[in-house]
C-alpha cells in the first residue's frame, strides 16, 4: 500500500507536507465556518499541491461517477489558480490522499467540493503571489499570472513550480481570499470536454472491472434466495475440489468462492448455489396494492414535518383529496457492482466505485476489528450507480474473501441477479395529498401525509454496520434502525413541503425504520414521489379551478428563479391555454426546487396514449434548469436530460417484483426499462446566474419528469393516474 | 481445456481454455482486453458486444466453440491517437455518462453503418434497441451515430 506521504514522494512533488486530520489542531472553541468542505477539511494543502515538474494536483473527497465532476473541479481549479486545465491533473476519492468528503451523493459536489477548491485554489493563489512579490520586490498587486507564470512590471517572472517549496499551502484556510468575478473566468461556464470520456470509448482501464493485479483471483458470492433464508447445510467439498477453486468461504450464511479464471468461479458459484440447502422465511410484505395499505397500516410514530396556519384566509369553497403511490424501485446499474479487496500484513487494500470511501471504510474497520488506518479504500470509477446501490455491500464481500487466498488480490464482481436482488432499493411510497381552493380558485388549504421506509441505510453511522454480508455472518455485526433524513434536505419527507405560497400547510410523515426488503438511497431519495404527488395534486386543484396550469404554478408562487424557469420551460415548449388533448396525445407541467435547496427545474412533457394497447410514449419534454451559476453547461444538460429520461423510466416502466418470500426480479427481463426506441426528444434550455452560488443539478429532473407526464396523460385522456407506474396493463384499465 | 486459435483485432491468439468459456471472459482475462464489459452474463443488455465475422455478438453467451471468425473489440477501432471515426464521435458527442454500456453501442454502430452508412435516427434507434442505457445518454448516442456516419461518408 502507497502512504500518502510516499504518494506524493514518488511523485516528485516538493511536499508541504500532509495534514488531514486538522480538526485535532484546532482550538477546541468552534473555528470560524469556513465555504463548502473547507469547513471540515480545513488545510489547503489538504486541497491542492503544487508540483516542481509543472503541473498542480488537486485533491477531492468526491468521486468520478460519470457526472463529470472531475472536469468540473478541474475548472473551478483552473480559473483561481490562472492555469491551463491541461495542467490540472485530479485524485478523487482515496483514504489515503484525499479530503473525507462524505458520500459523493445529494447532488452536492459541485457545491460542497467546488467551493472548497475554489477558495482553497484562489487562497493559495495570494499565497504564491505574495512569495513571488518578495522575491521580485515588487507588490502582489503589480503582479500578473498567465499560466502559472507570475510576471512582475519589469519583465522579471518567476513560476509557481520555481516556487512550490517556498509558498506554504500547510496552513489552515482563512476562506478571506476572494475568488475571481465570473467575468474573468476562463474556463468556468464552458463545455469542456469531460477528462473521464476518451479511455472509456478506446478501451481504457477506466473502471474497477478493469483493475488486474499479479497473481488476481476472480470472486463470486452466493446469496441466501431470499432475504430471510437460514442455511442449513452445503456440501462444501464438491465444490473445494472443482478445477481451479482457491478458497471457499462460509460464515455463517455467507457464502464466496475464489478462483483462478472468472468463468471457474462463474461455475464453481453455481455448483455451491446448488449444494446449499436453506430454509426460507415468508418475511416480506405483500405486493401490489396490498403493500400500500400494509404500509399505511403499520404502527409507526406520525411525525409532524411542517406546520402553517393562517387565520386570515378564505374558507374553502372546493375541496379534493387524492392518493398516490410508488412502488420498488431499483438502481439497475448496468455493470453489477464490483470491487477489488486485497489483505497484506494485517492491512486490507480495497479498490471500490463507492460513493464513499471514508464511511465505507469506517465500517469495513468495524467488521474486521481494526484500526481505519489498518484499510485503505481507493475509489475507481463503475458502471453508473444512481445512489446507494451494491458498491458498498460488494468491497466487504470481497475483502471477507480475501482474507482466505493467502495474500493474493480477489476481483470480485457481483452476477445480475445479486444486484437486482440484494442492492437496497428506493423505497415504496404512499402520499396522501388534500387541498381546498377558494372561490377565487386559490388553494387555501394543503395536506400532505406520507409513509415511507427508510432512505439512507449507507455505511458509516454512528453505530453498526451497513454492509449487507456483515448482517450474514455466523456472528451478525448490528445495523442500526436508520434515521430519517432530517429537514431541510429531507429524507422521505425530501420536497414535501410545497414551494408554492399557501397559507395553510400541513405535511405529516410515517416514516417505518424497520424495513423487511432493504431499502436505501436511490436518486433524489423521497423527491421523486413527492414531487409527483404535489405536482399531480398541483394539476389536480388546477383542474378543479379550471385555470391553466402553468398560471396556476405561477400564480401560487413568488420566488422570481421558480417562476423563471416555469416561464422559460413553457415559452420553450410553446406552452398554451389550449384546455384537453384529443384523447390520446397531451401535455403536462410540472415544477420542483430540489431538496427545496438546489436547482430549480420546470419540465414540459408531450406524451402519447395508445388507448388499444395502454402504451403511453413521451415524445418530447423540454427542461428549464437555474443550477445557479453553471460551471459546465454541458454537464448540467447532461443531468437533466439523463435526470429526466431515467425519470421517465421509472415512471413508465419500473416496478420491482417480489412474492411473500423472494424477490423475483433476476435480470432484466423482470425489470424493463426505457429503450432507445422510447425516449423522448430532450430540449434543457439553461437559465445561467453566474453571480449566485452553485446549486446541485444531478438529481433537479427527476421528480418533475415524473409529474409533468402523469399529468399530460392526464391531459390527453381526462383520467388521472396515481399509482407507478404507468404500465400499459395500468393505463388500459384506467381507460376501460 | 481445449486449444484455440483466435484473431482478435487483426492479431492471431492462442488459447487454451475449455471450451464452453465464454468469449468474453476470455477477452478480458485472456488477451488483457477492457472494452467489452460484463453487463448481465444473459444476452440481455448489449454491453459486451463484439464483433465476429463483423457481425455483432454478445459475448457474454458466445462460447469459445461458437467462435468462427475474427474477432473485433472497441480497441481494435482505433487508439486514443488514432481515433475510429465513431470513437471520435461518441467523446465529440459527450455521449455517455458511466459510458459502462458504451462499448456495446459503438460495436453495434460500427455493424450498423457497414450494413448502412447512411442510417437515419430511427434506423440507429433500432439497431441499438437491444441495448440498454441506465444513464439515459440515448440520444447523443444516436447523434454520435450520425456524426460518425456523416464523417465516414465524406
Known amino acids: 500500500m502507497t502512504s500518502r506521504r510516499q504518494f506524493l514522494k514518488s511523485s516528485g512533488a516538493l511536499v508541504i507536507g500532509f495534514s488531514l486530520a486538522p480538526d485535532l489542531a484546532l482550538p477546541q472553541a468552534s473555528p470560524a465556518r469556513l465555504p463548502g468542505s473547507l469547513n471540515n477539511n480545513r488545510m489547503l494543502d489538504a486541497w491542492l499541491r503544487i508540483d516542481p515538474n509543472g503541473s498542480v494536483t488537486i485533491f477531492s473527497g468526491k468521486i468520478e461517477l460519470g457526472q463529470g465532476i472531475g472536469t468540473a473541479l478541474s475548472q473551478i481549479a483552473a480559473d483561481e489558480l490562472d492555469l491551463d486545465l491541461k495542467r490540472i491533473a485530479i485524485v478523487h476519492g482515496d483514504t489515503a490522499l484525499t479530503p473525507d468528503e462524505g458520500q459523493t451523493a445529494g447532488s452536492l459536489s459541485v457545491e460542497q467540493s467546488g467551493t472548497a477548491l475554489r477558495f482553497a485554489c484562489a487562497e493559495a493563489r495570494e499565497i ?8 521580485l520586490g515588487t507588490s502582489p498587486g503589480a503582479l500578473k499570472v498567465a499560466d502559472g507564470t507570475i510576471a512582475a512590471p519589469g519583465g522579471a517572472s518567476l513560476t509557481y513550480w520555481d516556487l512550490a517549496g517556498d509558498a506554504q499551502l500547510k496552513r489552515e484556510a482563512t476562506g478571506q481570499a476572494k475568488p475571481k468575478p465570473p467575468a474573468e473566468h476562463r474556463w468556468v461556464g464552458k463545455s469542456i470536454a469531460r477528462r473521464d470520456i476518451p479511455k472509456k470509448f478506446t478501451g481504457g482501464a477506466a473502471y474497477v472491472q478493469d483493475i488486474r493485479l499479479p497473481g488476481m483471483l476472480f470472486g463470486r458470492v452466493v446469496r441466501p434466495p431470499s432475504p430471510d433464508a437460514e442455511l442449513v447445510s452445503v456440501n462444501e467439498a464438491a465444490v473445494r475440489g472443482m478445477r481451479g477453486v482457491v478458497a471457499l468461504v462460509r460464515d455463517g450464511r455467507f457464502l464466496a468462492v475464489a478462483a483462478e479464471r472468472e468463468e471457474q468461479a462463474v461455475r464453481a458459484r453455481e455448483a455451491l448455489k446448488k449444494a446449499a440447502v436453506w430454509k426460507e422465511r415468508a418475511s416480506l410484505p405483500p405486493a401490489g396494492d396490498a403493500l400500500y395499505e400494509h404500509m399505511m397500516a403499520l404502527p409507526v410514530a406520525r411525525q409532524t414535518v ?3 396556519t393562517s387565520a386570515a384566509s378564505a374558507p374553502a369553497v372546493k375541496s379534493l383529496e387524492a392518493r398516490y403511490t410508488r412502488p420498488y424501485q431499483a438502481h439497475g446499474s448496468i455493470g453489477p457492482s464490483c470491487a477489488v479487496a486485497q489483505w497484506q500484513e494485517g492491512k486490507l487494500a480495497i479498490w471500490t466505485h463507492s460513493q464513499g470511501v471514508f464511511p465505507l471504510r469506517a465500517d469495513l474497520a468495524k467488521v474486521f476489528g481494526v484500526e ?9 470509477e463503475g458502471a453508473g450507480c444512481y445512489g446507494h446501490n451494491g458498491a458498498d455491500d460488494v468491497a466487504l464481500d470481497a475483502a471477507l474473501l480475501a482474507r482466505a487466498t493467502g495474500g493474493r488480490p480477489v476481483k470480485l464482481q457481483w452476477m445480475r441477479e445479486d444486484e437486482f436482488m440484494w442492492e437496497p432499493y428506493g423505497s415504496a411510497m404512499v402520499m396522501k395529498l388534500a387541498g381546498g381552493l377558494d372561490s377565487q380558485g386559490n388553494i387555501v ?5 406520507l409513509w415511507s421506509y427508510p432512505h439512507s441505510t449507507r455505511p458509516g453511522a454512528s453505530a453498526g454496520v451497513n454492509l449487507l454480508a456483515a448482517q450474514h455472518l455466523a456472528n451478525p455485526l448490528l445495523r442500526q434502525l436508520p434515521a430519517d433524513v432530517p429537514q431541510p434536505a429531507g429524507g422521505s419527507d425530501r420536497n414535501s413541503i410545497p414551494l408554492y405560497e399557501l397559507p395553510n400547510v400541513k405535511v405529516v410523515k410515517h416514516y417505518i425504520p424497520e424495513a423487511p426488503l432493504r431499502t436505501s438511497a436511490l436518486r433524489t431519495l423521497g423527491g421523486y414521489a413527492n414531487v409527483f404527488a404535489l405536482e399531480s395534486f398541483m394539476d389536480e386543484l388546477a383542474a378543479a379551478a379550471q385555470a391553466n396550469p402553468v398560471e396556476f404554478r405561477l400564480r401560487h408562487l413568488k ?9 422559460a420551460a413553457a415559452q420553450r415548449a410553446g406552452w398554451t391555454r389550449k384546455a384537453p388533448g384529443d384523447g390520446t396525445r397531451g401535455r403536462g407541467f410540472a415544477f420542483a426546487r430540489y431538496k427545496n435547496l438546489a436547482c430549480y427545474c420546470a419540465i414540459a412533457a408531450d406524451v402519447t396514449v395508445d388507448r388499444k394497447s395502454g402504451k403511453v410514449r413521451v415524445t418530447r419534454a423540454v427542461a428549464a434548469v437555474d443550477a445557479g451559476q453553471v460551471v459546465n453547461p454541458d454537464g448540467v444538460v447532461n443531468q437533466i436530460e439523463g435526470g429526466l429520461i431515467q425519470s421517465a423510466s421509472w415512471t413508465l416502466k419500473e416496478a420491482l417484483r417480489f412474492d411473500r418470500t423472494r424477490v423475483t426480479t433476476r435480470s432484466w427481463a423482470d425489470y424493463p426499462i426505457l429503450r432507445f426506441e422510447e425516449v423522448p426528444q430532450v430540449e434543457v434550455v439553461i437559465l445561467n446566474q453566474p453571480n449566485e452560488r452553485f446549486l446541485g443539478v444531478g438529481e433537479g429532473a427527476q ?7 402523469a399529468n399530460a396523460i392526464a391531459n390527453a385522456t381526462g383520467v388521472r393516474l396515481r399509482s407507478l407506474p404507468f404500465t400499459p396493463a395500468r393505463v388500459k384499465a384506467a381507460l376501460a | 481445456m481445449a486449444k484455440f486459435s483466435v484473431w482478435v483485432n487483426g492479431e492471431r491468439k492462442t488459447l487454451s481454455v475449455d471450451a464452453d468459456t465464454p ?6 482475462n485472456d488477451v488483457g482486453l477492457n472494452g467489452p464489459k460484463f453487463g448481465c452474463g444473459l444476452a440481455q443488455c448489449g454491453a459486451c458486444t463484439v464483433l465476429v465475422g463483423g457481425k455483432p455478438v454478445r459475448s457474454c453467451v458466445t462460447p469459445m466453440s461458437a467462435v468462427k471468425g475474427p474477432v473485433t473489440t472497441i480497441e481494435g477501432l482505433g487508439t486514443l491517437d488514432k481515433l475510429h471515426p465513431l470513437q471520435r464521435a461518441f467523446i465529440e458527442e459527450q455521449a455517455c455518462q458511466c459510458g459502462y454500456c458504451g462499448n456495446g453501442m459503438v460495436m453495434s454502430a460500427k455493424a450498423l453503418l457497414e450494413r448502412n452508412p447512411a442510417p437515419t435516427a430511427g434506423q440507429i434507434r433500432r439497431a441499438l434497441n437491444g441495448h440498454l442505457c441506465r444513464c439515459a445518454s440515448h ?11 456523416k464523417e465516414m461518408r465524406s
Open chain 1, 128 to 135: 504564491l503571489l505574495s512569495a513571488a512579490a518578495a522575491k
Open chain 1, 306 to 308: 411542517t406546520e402553517k
Open chain 1, 372 to 380: 481505519p488506518a489498518a484499510v485503505r479504500c481507493t475509489h475507481v
Open chain 1, 445 to 449: 388549504g394543503w395536506s400532505h401525509e
Open chain 1, 559 to 567: 420566488d422570481p428563479r421558480a417562476r423563471a424557469v416555469i416561464e
Open chain 1, 703 to 709: 421528480g418533475p419528469a415524473a409529474a409533468a407526464i
Open chain 2, 23 to 28: 468469449l468474453l471472459y476470455v477477452l478480458r
Open chain 2, 139 to 149: 440520444n447523443r448516442i444516436v447523434r454520435a451515430v450520425q456524426r460518425a456516419a
